[in-house]
């Protein structure tokens, strides 16, 4: 098989790029490793930022996100058992956000690819890659026991921080990173949200996060310890201690709990999202702590960029549009990282439980929260407002 640009992943980056290549008339082709139910059902974050809905409803991709989407104009905050709306939308100048499961999202984009006539080969086992400066760049993976071969002008490693782009282009252990010491452990439960808006608690036994799916369906979070397994969280446990951080003016009766997950919190940052004719997309160039949902996020920034990048070089002839893509990527998954941070800081508990940490943390909440200048700047980083 041969192709211009071999697209290694069938998550939502490899997807999504798939298809703006196709409408430039660039041809690609992805290889998934997975299988397609497998995909279809990893459980990610679900927040998508202006600036995402923003260029999926551009490029026409927002039919069904428009219409199940469920519309985030504000925030609760809780700490020192109070509750404060923030007004998202107000404080970042017209800006909002949009609960929708990244598993929505992938299923959209793949029924968008078959419409014409387009898959990605999943099942490609033992995907390899040729040396970055190859020429073309020979990729082999093994499928239904055959030895295959796709041959390839580029490649566009969208296989996230496991697969081999991250270490071909970065080689093992290069780029920065770092892990938190706590983790999340994650809930999926046919419970009605305690607010048609998330709601993100601080408090001093720890963090948590009430999220949707639906108007039956919460996805909900409490920050644990680090290598903490969620054979460690009853049900019992789990609901009676998201009711003791939210507080007692917080009510809900806990469903049927469908799901469960550990969520490790780390970030990362490759040194390099660009070596030769290959580059890197998404979680294969970067990873952040889920606190600001910008992982999704920042993939969908990635690609619209990247599949941009491809067009100036094909078809202006600008030679440097990839390591320019790259550039400019690594900038924005450094303020990703930067604000990703940030809100992790300032709602998780710090593990020691040391008094004198919490009163700084509840004393740095209590000033943002009374400051107009410091509220409107977080908003505008939450809702992607800059990227827009
Ligand atoms: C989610 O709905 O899974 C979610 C929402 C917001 C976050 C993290 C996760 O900050």
Not at 46 to 69: E, I, K, P, T, Y
Not at 147 to 166: I, K, Q, S, T
Not at 171 to 186: E, T
Request: with cysteine; proline share 5%; hydrophobic share 35%.
């Amino acid at each position: 098989m041969r192709t211009t640009v071999g697209i290694i992943g069938g998550g939502p980056s490899g997807l999504l790029l798939s298809l703006l290549l196709d409408r430039l008339g660039i041809d690609n082709q992805v290889l998934e490793h997975r299988s397609r139910a497998h995909v279809q059902r990893r459980v990610r974050a679900g927040q998508l930022d202006h600036a995402s809905v923003a260029f999926l409803r551009q490029s026409g991709l927002a039919g069904r996100l428009d219409r199940l989407g469920l519309p985030q104009r504000g925030m609760n905050l809780r700490w020192r058992d109070q509750t404060r709306r923030i007004d998202l939308e107000a404080l970042s100048g017209g800006h909002s956000c949009t609960v929708y499961g990244q598993s929505a999202l992938t299923c959209d984009l793949t029924n968008t690819l078959a419409a014409s006539g387009r898959s990605p080969v999943y099942g490609a086992e033992d995907i390899r890659l040729s040396d970055p400066e190859s020429e073309p760049h020979i990729i082999t993976y093994r499928k239904d026991g055959a030895e295959h071969r796709l041959e390839c002008r580029f490649v566009a490693g969208c296989d996230g921080a496991h697969g081999p782009a991250r270490r071909l282009v970065n080689g093992a252990g290069g780029g920065s990173s770092r892990r938190l010491p706590f983790s999340w452990v994650g809930v999926l439960s046919e419970t009605p949200p305690v607010s048609p808006e998330l709601t993100y608690a601080y408090h001093p036994r720890g963090f948590a996060l009430w999220s949707m799916r639906s108007d039956t369906v919460s996805r909900t979070y409490l920050q644990c310890g680090p290598d903490d397994q969620t054979g460690n969280w009853s049900d019992d446990r789990f609901w009676s201690e998201m009711q003791r951080r939210l507080g007692p003016d917080v009510s809900f009766s806990p469903g049927k709990v469908t799901e469960r997950l550990m969520v490790r919190m780390q970030g990362y940052v490759a040194d390099r999202m660009q070596l030769g004719n290959v580059v890197l997309a998404g979680d294969a160039g970067h990873t952040v702590p889920p606190s600001a949902a910008k992982g999704l996020n920042l993939a969908i920034a990635d690609i619209r960029a990247l599949s941009e990048s491809f067009r100036k070089l094909l078809f202006e002839g600008r030679q440097n549009a990839l390591a320019e893509y790259a550039q400019k990527a690594l900038k924005r998954a450094w303020a990703g990282q930067a604000f990703s941070w940030q809100m992790t800081d300032l709602l998780h508990a710090p593990p020691s439980g040391d008094p004198f940490e919490n009163r700084l943390k509840l004393t740095r909440l209590d000033t943002l929260l009374a400051s107009p200048e410091q509220l409107r700047l977080f908003c505008r980083d939450y809702t992607g407002a800059e990227a827009a």
